[in-house]
Nanobody
């Protein structure tokens, strides 16, 4: 019973920054582990980052560690992904996800995730 809507994508140059937002409605987002996934052209869906219900525990795929920061504002029912030092290989459709399982259980391929947004496109030019 959660609807997720991503925003903040766009066309940027390598080295630029973007902040993606995921607005949730229908149910309090604090009840869910949240994550970001992405799918590049011709590739499988890929885990990017996830965050525990409290926001204390975060996890990132190695390729974005040190550049991306996942955060959440439960009072606003919103998830964020701050993306710095963007690279052309970051180009993808980015999806937010809500999961009723533990933060550890959210898998890298996104299988079993309860709710998905429709995605927002990030394009990074060189």
């Amino acid at each position: 019973q959660v609807q997720l809507v991503e925003s903040g994508g766009g066309l940027v140059q390598a080295g630029d920054s973007l902040r993606l937002s995921c607005a949730a409605s229908g149910r309090t987002v604090s009840l869910y582990v949240m994550g970001w996934f992405r799918q590049a052209p011709g590739k499988e869906r890929e885990f990017v980052a996830k965050i525990s219900r409290s926001g204390v525990i975060t996890s990132y795929t190695n390729s974005v560690k040190g550049r991306f920061t996942i955060s959440r504002d439960n009072a606003k029912n919103t998830l964020y992904l701050q993306m710095n030092s963007l690279k052309p290989e970051d180009t993808a459709v980015y999806y937010c996800a809500a999961d009723s399982r533990t933060v550890q259980a959210m898998p890298a391929d996104g299988s079993g995730v309860d709710y998905w947004g429709k995605g927002t496109l990030v394009t990074v030019s060189s």
